[in-house]
């Protein structure tokens, strides 16, 4: 193993010795033109952020320092391994394939899988690596660079600790990628999104209580433009284009006379890294001229979990503008009890998954009793969503939940025919009372929505 150098010297790491990003594609450059086949990994260790955060900046350079011995310890003579940035780490392997990629990656990780001393304690640390092989016809030493990295992504993406090597079908995702994210820019730019609502029914009456309001784009699934919208940034103007709407569909609404009802809109913590989503809130309520206490945000609870202080402190200046905040996917998020009690939220969503199982599975109906008593305890009101069978509304009711939505009642419409929903709702109310006795409640609001059971259940 040879020794490290620590002096600063041109085209070199000063921390670890190692030759630097310059100097990598430099012989990344020269290296293709000569050979038949080359490698490129691109190494990033898991969680290194931790070490610095956790034992300081000092014991992170020290991992950084040994991390880079045992790369060059790993590697065949000839093969440059190189620091290109923080925690990452390239290797540019000569003369080899797949198959000689896959074997140098094994042997790195074998060479990391050993304990490390960081600050007095052994500790283990794990690696992404992303491998792209090249053919002698290929030139572009930016873009293996570039693909290898990628590469590391997809690595991170599947869980961590892993090896992933650049394909063609990862290209082709990377295209289709690039391609959906140019058209939902247009279609954002052209106001081609639509905002559908999914109805909500209180349990307890039959009626129409509220709805949440989903963007709809007939090229995709929110599924699937969502998080690319929250990755690019065009989350913002989408997420302001949302508010907006539905602020005017319910001053719409309220106009119509359906007042108790209550619209939840969803927003992504990259919303809430703006300091001016506040004052948007406020503007589209006053634009719209809508009573903020008739206006969900909604945010769910792995994205409440992991925000800074300063997007709760956003939450809260909406608060105070009189908004409601609510808790999306609600049993998902591992939150803790104590983190939620200090959380800006009076409304909890219990997440699909649990909503499933009730009536078949007991567990579900154990967690589903359990969040309730949960959210009774700290003063939080309760919707249930993704119900789907009259026997999953049954139980709910039966635990006490007041609210729910789902493909039993009806999925996201369009705002008009949410109106039509309430005029049958509202109207089946005092009836539903009536019948108690003879049939359960659900069965009579479907009765009354028009619902034949054998049709759902
Ligand atoms: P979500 O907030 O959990 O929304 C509920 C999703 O479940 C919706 O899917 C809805 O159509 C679907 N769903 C409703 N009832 C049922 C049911 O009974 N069974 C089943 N299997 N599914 C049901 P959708 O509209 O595809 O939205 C998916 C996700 O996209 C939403 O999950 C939300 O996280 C996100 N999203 C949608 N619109 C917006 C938006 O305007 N802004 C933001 N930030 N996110 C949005
Ligand atoms: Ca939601
Ligand atoms: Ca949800």
Not at 262 to 274: A, C, F, K, M, Y
């Amino acid at each position: 193993m040879s020794t490290l150098v620590f002096h600063t010297r041109p085209g070199f790491d000063a921390l670890t010795g190692l030759p630097d990003r310059a100097a990598f594609i430099a012989a990344l450059r020269s290296a293709m033109g000569m050979q038949q086949g080359l490698a490129v990994l691109f190494l990033d260790l898991d969680d290194f952020k931790l070490v610095n955060d956790g034992f300081g900046h000092e014991a992170g350079d020290r991992l950084l320092i040994q991390v880079a011995q045992r790369l060059r310890g790993a590697v065949h003579d000839g093969d440059l391994v190189a620091r290109i940035g923080g925690d990452e780490f390239t290797v540019l392997c000569h003369d080899a394939d797949q198959t000689g990629a896959t074997i140098l990656a094994g042997r790195i990780r074998g060479a990391l899988s050993a304990p490390f001393d960081i600050a007095g304690q052994r500790r283990h640390i794990r690696v992404s690596i992303g491998c792209r092989a090249a053919g002698p016809d290929e030139s572009d030493a930016d873009v293996l660079l570039r693909d290898a990295d990628t590469a590391m992504y997809q690595a991170k993406e599947a869980g961590k600790d892993r090896v992933e090597f650049f394909s063609d079908a990862t290209r082709a995702k990377l295209l289709r990628r690039l391609d959906l994210e140019q058209r939902l820019r247009t279609a954002i730019e052209h106001q081609e999104l639509t905002v559908s609502y999914q109805p909500q029914i209180d349990l307890g009456s039959g009626r129409l209580v509220g709805a949440e309001a989903l963007v709809r784009w007939s090229e995709a699934s929110p599924v699937e433009f969502i998080p690319l919208a929250e990755e690019t940034g065009l989350i913002a103007p989408l997420g302001e284009f949302v508010l907006r709407t539905a602020t005017k569909t319910l001053a719409r609404l309220h106009a119509d006379g359906l007042k108790p009802l209550t619209i939840t809109v969803n927003v992504s913590t990259r919303q809430l890294e703006d300091p001016d989503f506040p004052v948007l809130v406020k503007d589209a309520i006053e634009q719209a001229g809508i009573d903020p206490s008739h206006l969900c945000l909604e945010i769910t609870e792995s994205a409440l979990m992991a925000a800074k202080s300063v997007a709760l402190d956003r939450l809260r200046e909406c608060k105070a503008h009189g908004v409601y905040v609510g808790i999306d996917d609600f049993g998902t998020g591992h939150s803790s009890l104590a983190r939620l009690r200090d959380l800006p939220v009076e409304v909890l969503k219990v997440d699909r998954s649990f909503v499933d199982g009730l009536g078949t599975e007991p567990e579900d109906s154990a967690v589903v009793a359990a969040i309730l008593s949960l959210a009774h305890a700290l003063g939080l009101h309760v919707v249930a969503e993704g119900v789907e069978t009259p026997l999953q509304a049954n139980q709910l009711i039966a635990l006490g939940c007041s609210v729910a939505q789902g493909f039993l009642w009806s999925p996201a419409v369009p705002a008009a025919e949410l109106r039509g929903l309430t005029g049958i709702a509202t109207a089946a109310h005092p009836r539903v009372r009536g019948h108690r006795g003879e049939r359960s409640l659900v069965d009579e609001m479907m009765h009354q929505l028009g619902i034949a059971k054998e049709a759902v259940a």
